[in-house]
């Protein structure tokens, strides 16, 4: 079992940029795939980026492709978001996620597939 414990959110102003991190505890980190996901209120939680076990295979949704970022350290037992121009519809609360399903270099999209998930970190882009 995974507990996951999400940092870095905060206020930004458009076109700023933030850096979230996932500190994963339990099994083996490098067993699980990894996400994150956003969701904004009055909305449906929408996957944001995936790695692979390894770290060598990425996934992003449209939005946020060319923007952020996503990576892991494996020996650091933490996820991580690079998040770079930053605009007012990427406001949300950001949650990483984990997940036992599929092969070593799959990365994990649908939200079903996703075994154990963190409490959540805001994320405000504002002027």
């Known amino acids: 079992q995974a507990q996951l414990v999400e940092s870095g959110g905060g206020l930004v102003q458009p076109g700023g940029s933030l850096r979230l991190s996932c500190a994963a505890s339990?099994?083996?980190?490098?067993?699980?795939?990894m996400g994150w996901f956003r969701q904004a209120p009055g909305k449906e939680r929408e996957f944001v980026a995936g790695?692979?076990?390894?770290?060598?295979?990425?996934y992003y949704a449209d939005s946020v492709k060319g923007r952020f970022t996503i990576s892991r350290d494996n020996a650091k037992n933490t996820l991580y978001l690079q998040m770079n121009s930053l605009k007012p519809e990427d406001t949300a609360v950001y949650y990483c996620?984990?997940?036992?399903?599929?092969?070593?270099?799959?990365?994990?999209?649908?939200?079903?597939?996703?075994?154990?998930w963190g409490q959540g970190t805001q994320v405000t882009v504002s002027s």
């Open positions: 996620a984990a997940s036992l399903a599929g092969t070593h270099t799959a990365v994990v999209v649908p939200t079903s597939r996703y075994d154990y």
């Open positions: 339990g099994r083996t980190f490098s067993s699980y795939a």
């Open positions: 790695v692979s076990r390894i770290g060598g295979s990425t």
